[in-house]
């Protein structure tokens, strides 16, 4: 049982646009602490997608986009192409503690 | 250009013990968070440890009194020291390095290194 709250899969049609929520708590994302988003392609380590709510690294493409509210945060993916399919997971923090999602599954029809 | 190397996982038995080693390059450890993210075969990540710039390390509870995650400042490498190690330790093991910002984030990973945790 993760921390934080994913939906284990969602799909779409290329060029279509999908959004994966995460679900925390007063003592996680509801306490002001910042969300952060990841992708994980097949047989590969995890990357940095979206830091601190809303902003991309360097080299992402702006159709991802993230944001917050209240106690949830949400991934938005525009324009879906074949190569996003992977594991997203999102992350925040809880008193001292690393917490992630359990991750969702994208898979492009 | 930021790289992270893990070495050192393998085959142990339960109740043993494996140090994993993380060689970092294009950045100092020393000044810097970082940390390990363990994922189980077919499962999610899960945050294991975080060391400090000023050596305060943090441990997520299913690991607690069994891991030490340490530095060596000379060779720029982290390790983590599993000791008394379980079935459920199995998983590959990520080094990455840590920004903070309200909370910290994994802005670089390594390429993973697998513990199997098996008689």
Known sequence: QSVLTQPPSVSGAPGQRVTISCTGSSSNIGAGYDVHWYQQLPGTAPTLLIYANTNRPSGVPDRFSGSKSGTSASLAITGLQAEDEADYYCQSYDTSLGVFGGGTKLTVL | ?119
């Open chain 2, 1 to 119: 250009e930021v790289q992270l190397v893990e070495s050192g996982g393998g085959l142990v038995q339960p109740g043993g013990s494996l140090t994993l080693s993380c060689a970092a390059s294009g950045f100092t450890v020393s000044s810097n968070y970082m940390g390990w993210v363990r994922q189980a075969p077919g499962k999610g990540l899960e945050w294991v440890s975080v060391i400090y710039s000023g050596g305060n390390t943090h441990y997520a509870d299913s690991v607690k009194g069994r891991f030490t995650i340490s530095r060596d400042n000379s060779k720029n490498t982290l390790s983590l020291q599993m000791n008394s190690l379980r079935a459920e330790d199995t998983a590959v093991y990520y080094c990455a390095k840590v920004e903070y910002s309200s909370g910290w984030y994994f802005d670089y990973w390594g390429q993973g290194t697998l513990v199997t945790v098996s008689s």
